[in-house]
């Protein structure tokens, strides 16, 4: 499987952006997707995660500014994201994986990354 982001670029404070990632396989049955993001001296950070049965979590810092979503049919997922403060600026990465798990976040282990997008908000 591989993936492939894109959206990324540089957006003012305030403003949004879509980030999506194509996979190169059916996504249908591919159990927990997700986003994460890493700054220059950060550690990596799960941002979204989507599970096969449309469930999301997002993690603190996004919430109320983040939409996950996946296409099946497209075998895409997006991550919608608005009000973008600095601290959002990063690299983008994508990431998902087949292995049933009884949860979809930070913790799963995910099988297949994409090559990232980088995201830089300013002023």
């Known amino acids: 499987v591989q993936l492939v982001e894109s959206g990324g670029g540089s957006v003012q404070t305030g403003g949004s952006l879509r980030l999506s990632c194509a996979s190169s396989?059916?996504?249908?049955?591919?159990?927990?997707m997700g986003w994460f993001r890493q700054a220059p001296g950060k550690e990596r950070e799960g941002v979204a995660f989507i599970a096969r049965d449309g469930s999301t979590r997002y993690t603190d810092s996004v919430k109320g500014r983040a939409t996950i979503s996946r296409d099946s049919a497209k075998n895409t997922l997006d991550l919608r994201m608005n009000s973008l403060k600095s601290d959002d600026s990063a690299m983008y990465y994508c990431a998902t994986g087949r292995t049933w798990k009884p949860y979809c976040d930070n913790g799963y282990p995910f099988n297949y990354w994409g090559q990232g997008t980088q995201v830089t908000v300013s002023s």
């Open positions: 396989a059916y996504i249908g049955s591919h159990y927990c």
